[in-house]
């Protein structure tokens, strides 16, 4: 139950708030600072070795109903200890969430949980809610993608939007190559056993410990030598010195060495540019370009950057970095209106923000109440409208042809009496 709930003046009950991320879910209650639970997005089934990941998007509707409805009914009766019938729902969602996973989503939580409203909210959207701000360029570089989307007055810029697919997943897998690459092993038996003969593959989640434990950003100078040296056609440019070795123990008896060089070079991949040319920073870049010049100046001093994969040390001063050493490329330092940037610093960690920002949504209630998709309204249509044309749905699905809409079409969704 959240904190002082009892102390109310008999309102109704604070919504929950779910960020369901593909790598993590985020889950706890409006008005609150932080989830009360941060958790894996994936469910274990018995007949399974490796744990199902709930976020998917190529698998069909009944199988994503099943995992769904055993994944959130986990949140609720082993997390959050409340019951789904008593509070309305915010989902974070991002803007390239397919319809039919939202939409079975929905299903869920309408048919299964008997929720009484559901409002989703966009990722981008919500994460400036915690700062207070109107317009901003928004990074979000979570597990499966770095996705930019600029929203200037509170409207996002659809048009503008950018993505690529480099985040937690990419970084993994480079990672992963690496360590049985170049990696040994001690074992009780034998020293300096290279990797792949102990062991085949390594778990994402040892993996990940290793990326969060070891690897870190380095500075722009540092990179570029880095990539220098790992594209060296002519064998001319040199490494610079590479960090410590670290020792990381695989279980009791196998302790892994993680060689100096993979540390910092992993997460060289977000910077560097492919054949395209596109990196981290120029998805941010590109989509001020794509945005009216007289919204441009605004946008590049108010950049907000969230997700996990920021988190990493050293990532925003190197994005940055590579932001001001990009802009005085002729690409585009000639279109550019503008040469400053300045990136946020939101009240919550990089992974939360978001989050942090459908909490104090849902704690508006007036609000929330005309922002939601009701039950009764989704047992009539059947359908979910999309976020951005929440306000205006097809009169022809929410009344009977010949009666008056009502005044307010904001309210048309709301489920107070």
Same mark, same amino acid.
């Given at each position: 139950?959240?904190?002082?709930?009892?102390?109310?003046?008999?309102?109704?009950?604070?919504? &929950?708030?779910?960020?369901?991320?593909?790598?993590?879910? /985020?889950?706890?209650?409006?008005?609150?600072?932080?989830?009360?639970?941060?958790?894996?997005?994936?469910?274990? @089934?018995?007949?399974?070795?490796?744990?199902?990941?709930? $976020?998917?998007?190529?698998?069909?509707?009944?199988?994503?109903?099943?995992?769904?409805?055993?994944?959130?009914?986990?949140?609720?009766?082993?997390?959050?200890?409340?019951?789904?019938?008593?509070?309305?729902? $915010?989902?974070?969602?991002?803007?390239?969430?397919?319809?039919?996973?939202?939409?079975?989503?929905?299903?869920?939580?309408?048919?299964?949980?008997?929720?009484?409203? &559901?409002?989703?909210?966009?990722?981008?959207?919500?994460?400036?809610?915690?700062?207070?701000?109107?317009?901003?360029?928004?990074?979000?570089?979570?597990?499966?993608?770095?996705? &930019?989307?600029?929203?200037?007055?509170?409207?996002?810029?659809?048009?503008?939007?950018?993505?690529?697919?480099?985040?937690?997943?990419?970084?993994?897998?480079?990672?992963?190559?690496?360590?049985?690459?170049?990696?040994?092993?001690?074992?009780?038996?034998? @020293?300096?056993?290279?990797? !792949?003969?102990?062991?085949?593959?390594?778990?994402?989640?040892?993996?990940?410990?290793?990326?969060?434990?070891?690897?870190?950003?380095?500075?722009?100078?540092?990179?570029?030598?880095?990539?220098?040296?790992? +594209?060296?056609?002519?064998? *001319?440019?040199?490494?610079?010195?590479?960090?410590?070795?670290?020792?990381?123990?695989?279980?009791?008896?196998?302790?892994?060495?993680?060689?100096?060089?993979?540390?910092?070079?992993?997460?060289?991949?977000?910077?560097?540019?492919?054949?395209?040319?596109?990196? $981290?920073?120029?998805?941010?870049?590109?989509?001020?370009?794509?945005? !009216?010049?007289?919204?441009?100046?605004?946008?590049?001093?108010?950049?907000?950057?969230?997700?996990?994969?920021?988190?990493?040390?050293?990532?925003?001063?190197?994005?940055?970095?590579?932001?001001?050493?990009?802009?005085? /490329?002729?690409?585009? @330092?000639?279109?550019?209106?503008?040469?400053? +940037?300045?990136?946020?610093?939101?009240?919550?960690?990089?992974?939360?923000?978001?989050?942090?920002?459908?909490?104090?949504?849902?704690?508006?209630?007036?609000?929330?109440? *005309?922002?939601?998709?009701?039950?009764?309204?989704?047992?009539?249509?059947?359908?979910?409208?999309?976020?951005?044309?929440?306000?205006?749905?097809?009169?022809?699905?929410?009344?009977?042809?010949?009666?008056?809409?009502?005044?307010?079409?904001?309210?048309?969704?709301?489920?107070?009496?």
């Amino acid at each position: 139950m959240p904190l002082y709930e009892g102390l109310g003046s008999g309102g109704e009950k604070t919504a &929950v708030v779910i960020d369901l991320g593909e790598a993590y879910t /985020k889950c706890g209650f409006a008005g609150e600072t932080g989830p009360r639970c941060i958790i894996p997005s994936e469910i274990k @089934k018995p007949d399974v070795a490796k744990p199902v990941k709930v $976020v998917q998007y190529n698998i069909n509707t009944e199988e994503l109903y099943s995992y769904l409805k055993e994944f959130i009914h986990m949140l609720y009766f082993r997390h959050l200890l409340v019951n789904p019938r008593d509070r309305r729902v $915010v989902i974070i969602e991002s803007v390239l969430c397919p319809s039919h996973f939202r939409d079975t989503l929905t299903r869920v939580l309408f048919k299964h949980f008997e929720v009484p409203s &559901v409002l989703f909210a966009p990722s981008h959207l919500m994460s400036l809610l915690t700062l207070g701000i109107n317009s901003a360029m928004v990074l979000d570089c979570g597990y499966a993608e770095s996705l &930019v989307l600029p929203i200037y007055e509170g409207i996002p810029i659809l048009s503008c939007w950018g993505s690529l697919p480099l985040g937690g997943k990419a970084i993994h897998k480079e990672l992963e190559y690496q360590l049985l690459e170049q990696c040994t092993v001690d074992t009780g038996l034998a @020293k300096g056993q290279s990797l !792949p003969s102990v062991m085949g593959s390594v778990p994402e989640d040892i993996v990940e410990d290793i990326k969060v434990r070891t690897c870190f950003v380095s500075d722009l100078q540092r990179g570029l030598k880095i990539q220098a040296a790992k +594209f060296n056609i002519d064998g *001319s440019a040199e490494r610079p010195s590479p960090p410590p070795d670290v020792d990381y123990p695989l279980d009791g008896e196998k302790i892994l060495h993680v060689v100096g060089p993979i540390r910092d070079s992993v997460v060289e991949i977000l910077f560097e540019q492919d054949n395209e040319e596109t990196s $981290v920073a120029t998805l941010i870049l590109d989509s001020l370009i794509q945005c !009216p010049i007289d919204t441009r100046k605004q946008l590049a001093e108010n950049l907000v950057v969230i997700g996990g994969t920021a988190m990493l040390p050293g990532f925003l001063h190197r994005l940055m970095a590579e932001i001001r050493y990009l802009v005085e /490329k002729p690409k585009y @330092k000639e279109v550019l209106a503008t040469k400053t +940037f300045r990136i946020h610093t939101p009240p919550a960690k990089p992974n939360c923000v978001a989050w942090l920002g459908g909490a104090i949504f849902g704690a508006l209630q007036d609000i929330l109440g *005309s922002r939601s998709v009701s039950r009764e309204y989704y047992s009539q249509t059947g359908r979910i409208p999309d976020w951005c044309c929440l306000n205006n749905p097809p009169l022809e699905m929410m009344f009977d042809v010949g009666k008056a809409p009502p005044p307010l079409m904001k309210r048309a969704f709301s489920t107070e009496k």
